[in-house]
Structure formats: structure tokens, C-alpha cells
Nanobody
Framework: QVQLVESGGGLVQAGGSLRLSCAVS????????MGWFRQAPGKEREFVAA????????YYADSVKGRFTISRDNAKNTVDLQMNSLKPEDTAVYYC???????????????????WGQGTQVTVSS
């Protein structure tokens, strides 16, 4: 059983920064592709960023490229999302996800992820 618990969400002004963290339980965390997704009210859940097992490959949505950075610590079983230059349109519930089927590569497809956290709210005020 794999469990994911996000933390670090909150309220921030536009232009500010937040760092989300996801703690993952599971013996083979280091073999998972990890991703972050977000869902705004009334919208579909969308891909934000993904990182492969070795941190050698990452992939970002165009809307966050250059502002967000995904990282992981396989020794601590954590994956983080550093969010800078936040905009009101970044407001959403952010979810951490693990894909047991992708390891070397990365995937942005929601259906490729097997395990999900409960989400953490990020609100960016203008």
C-alpha cells in the first residue's frame, strides 16, 4: 500500500512563493515517477510537473515552466514542488501522485498515476 500526504499549501499574494511537500510511504518510492497535478473549481484536474526516479528527467506544463520546480529526496521519500512568481490563476487544490508503471521516463497522463494524495489548497490573491 502506498500513501501520499501533501503539505505546505496556503494563501499567498501574487508574485509570492510557496513550497509544497509530499511524503510517500512505500518501500519502492525510489522506483516511482512522481507528479504534481492541480484542480481549480469547476475545472478538470490538470498536469503540473513530473520527475522520474533518478531526477534526471522532468517535465512541466507550459503554464508553470520557469516558475515551478519539482524535486525529490529518495532517502526521505519526499517530493517537493517549489512555486515561485505565483499568479491568481495558480489557485487550485494541488495533488501529489505516484506512477508505479513509469520509472525511467516521465508521464503527464493522469491515468498513468496509480496513487494520489488528498490534496492541499493553494490560493493566490491578486
Amino acid at each position: 500500500q502506498v500513501q501520499l500526504v501533501e503539505s505546505g499549501g496556503g494563501l499567498v499574494q501574487a508574485g509570492g512563493s510557496l513550497r509544497l511537500s509530499c511524503a510517500v510511504s512505500g518501500r519502492t518510492f525510489s522506483s516511482y515517477c512522481m507528479g504534481w497535478f492541480r484542480q481549480a473549481p469547476g475545472k478538470e484536474r490538470e498536469f503540473v510537473a513530473a520527475l522520474n526516479w533518478s531526477s534526471a528527467r522532468s517535465y512541466y506544463a507550459d503554464s508553470v515552466k520557469g516558475r515551478f520546480t519539482i524535486s525529490r529526496d529518495n532517502a526521505k521519500n519526499t517530493v517537493d514542488l517549489q512555486m515561485n512568481s505565483l499568479k491568481p490563476e495558480d489557485t487550485a487544490v494541488y495533488y501529489c501522485a505516484a506512477s508505479t508503471r513509469w520509472r525511467v521516463g516521465v508521464t503527464a497522463r493522469r491515468t498513468d498515476y496509480d496513487y494520489w494524495g488528498q490534496g492541499t489548497q493553494v490560493t493566490v490573491s491578486s
